[in-house]
DNA sequence: CTGATTGCAAAAATTTTGCAAGCCT
DNA sequence: AGGCTTGCAAAATTTTTGCAATCAG
């Protein structure tokens, strides 16, 4: 995959070494649309790795961070998910179920330049979550006063 | 501290008990600015109610993030913080120092209608997040790229 | 009163660390 | 070859849970 690949430059660039641990993290992190956690992301690169240790998907993980690839966000209950960082993410999040939603449609890249003026900030990706109450715990809701009466 | 009787109403009204060790944890909560992590909660509200147990913050933060009036959030390294999870929270986060700036004007606001409409979500509060390399940072960056020509 | 809540201590889960062996470059 | 990386196991941290005693309503 393209994106894995350029991943794996930076990674280069920043002065550290391309390891098969490293790359079937990478390998993960460039799939998955999806939010993962580190035991997942575990998990995940073992299929592509077995014998991986969980302490190199933190270690990388860190690493990851730090050069502003994936960023850990949290979002409901569970610890921390690693989303990557690139770009904007926008979530809709209910706060009764924990179910995420996620959208497209952003105004945040309005601010950008404004926020760099401001504070002297290079900025690089963004994270917009709405939270709230979806449709199906608002109902529950209602049809929960409606018993308490 | 008037906001402080409004999350007490809250409480009561989702029929939770209003109990010292509660209003400890909210006096804490409505009283700061800053991020808190459940240590820190746990150490402040202690100096209000001495004795209360490490468990309890978590509990009480549990059922505060289940009402939305607080919400963690990830930043920098670090575990999670708990922040008040009315309004919006608009930062800045430098993904090299983990210094974090707080910005107020926001267009998030805007969304909120149509995000109702389209997902028929009820939204209560918006997290606004740009994550980048702020000014000192790249400063340093410049240096020592410069250092190793 | 009565069930929700608390603090404690133990258990789980998560994350970090030390280190010898191994692997990129 | 040399130093960064790794996996492992142990340590440290953070979070959850069981339970008897207590407390709010």
Redesign the pocket.
């Known amino acids: 995959m393209r994106r894995k690949q350029m991943l794996v430059e930076r990674?280069?660039c920043a002065?550290?070494?391309?390891?098969?641990?490293?790359l079937?993290v990478l390998e993960v992190i460039s799939q998955e649309g999806e939010h993962l956690?580190?035991?997942e992301i575990l998990g995940r690169a073992q299929t592509i790795?077995p014998?991986?240790?969980?302490?190199?998907?933190?270690?990388?993980?860190?690493?990851l961070t730090q050069l502003g690839i994936v960023r850990?966000i949290y979002v409901g209950?569970?610890?921390?998910m690693y989303i990557r960082a690139e770009g904007g993410h926008h979530h809709l999040v209910c706060s009764e179920c924990g179910r995420i939603i996620d959208f497209d449609e952003c105004v945040a890249e309005e601010m950008v330049h404004d926020l760099r003026e401001r504070f002297d900030f290079e900025i690089t990706s963004h994270l917009l979550e709405f939270y709230g109450v979806c449709a199906a715990c608002r109902k529950l809701q209602e049809a929960n006063e409606f018993k308490s009466r």
Chains 1, 2 share one sequence.
């Open positions: 990674l280069r002065g550290y070494k391309i390891t098969p641990p490293r079937a956690n580190p035991n790795r014998g991986l240790g969980r302490a190199t998907v933190y270690r990388t993980l860190e690493i850990p209950e569970s610890g921390p």
